[in-house]
């Protein structure tokens, strides 16, 4: 792609890695993942939200690696992942327990941060055996379970089918976003963020969204359009803590609210006054200290007690 994928100064430009790795998901798909930080240090896996990459981390991925492994990976078509024919639930839920295990040793536990589309995937993965053998807690930021175009508030009509109908056409909309102008900044920042999202992170968003290619960001749309993980929750019963925006037009924070009361094991719901869509860059501070406070309260202590 010519155009710029993402910023390359500042605090959200994606710090290089310490190494590069591939897994290869249940049907082939091949992932792009990143480790950062000390190989023996405890570990944390990122994993991004819809039309965006790993460069969504990079202020968490900067901050955390000083003390923590930091595994971060390109959702299948995203980023350095290449396109795949299949795009559902399930394979998020597959591309993740890939993931999990190329980058752990058997056995060995990580907190898992997911945003948006990837909050999505650790709900549709919470069942299985190998998210249960990695995980040892979860949080969840700015994502919902079911229901997203009908409770989405991009298009200001009043609750109803014509409002469905039409932010269903615009999310999942084929057209090209092309380059990063004036104009398209504002309506990325209406769309995905709060009304006082400084400029650097508006820019920075931009980046990483237009890089997604048109026809992923449709497929995608569409799986999010029938999402309906509600029953999914009673599987995810390690500890997890909830985050939303209360200006999120995307995920309105009535999803958060929604999640935290219907988690087996919620230990926190944070909402953010001001802060829209795009969380980790809106609120950076507040994202990883949530991420510190878990990896603090449960992975140290989940691994202390592996040890003989």
Request: glycine share 8%; net charge neutral; proline share 6%.
């Amino acid at each position: 792609m010519s155009r710029l994928t993402h910023v390359i100064s500042g605090p959200y430009a994606p710090p290089a890695a310490r190494r590069e790795l591939v897994a290869a998901s249940a049907d082939g798909s091949r992932l792009h993942v990143e480790v950062h930080g000390e190989e023996d240090a405890p570990a944390v896996v990122l994993a991004h939200g819809w039309t965006c990459s790993t460069a969504f981390w990079a202020a968490q991925i900067r901050e955390l690696a000083r003390d923590h492994r930091v595994i971060a990976y390109d959702q299948r078509g995203h980023g350095r992942s290449p396109a795949a024919r299949t795009h559902s639930t399930t394979a998020l839920a597959d591309d993740l327990v890939a993931v999990l295990g190329a980058a752990l040793a058997p056995g060995e536990r990580a907190v898992l941060a997911g945003h948006s589309m990837d909050g999505m995937t650790i709900m549709a993965a919470a069942g299985r055996p190998e998210f249960a053998e990695h995980t040892a807690a979860a949080l969840l930021c700015s994502t919902g379970s079911s229901g997203l175009v009908a409770q989405a508030l991009v298009v200001p009509l009043r609750a109803g089918r014509a409002r469905t109908r039409i932010t269903g056409a615009v999310l999942g909309s084929r057209a090209p976003l092309g380059p990063v102008t004036p104009i398209a900044r504002t309506v990325l920042k209406y769309a995905t963020m709060g009304p006082g999202s400084a400029p650097d992170r508006v820019e920075a968003c931009a980046r990483i969204v237009h890089a997604c290619p048109s026809a992923v960001r449709h497929a995608w749309s569409e799986v999010l359009a029938g999402l309906d993980l509600d029953a999914n929750l009673a599987a995810l019963t390690v500890p997890t803590a909830v985050i939303g925006g209360t200006s999120d037009r995307l995920t309105p924070v009535a999803h958060a609210r929604a999640l935290a009361a219907a988690l087996p094991h919620c230990v926190g719901l944070t909402e953010l006054t001001g802060m829209g869509h795009m969380t980790p860059i809106e609120a950076p501070e507040a994202v990883t200290g949530a991420v510190r406070e878990l990896t603090a309260r449960y992975l140290d202590t989940t691994e202390k007690e592996k040890t003989p």
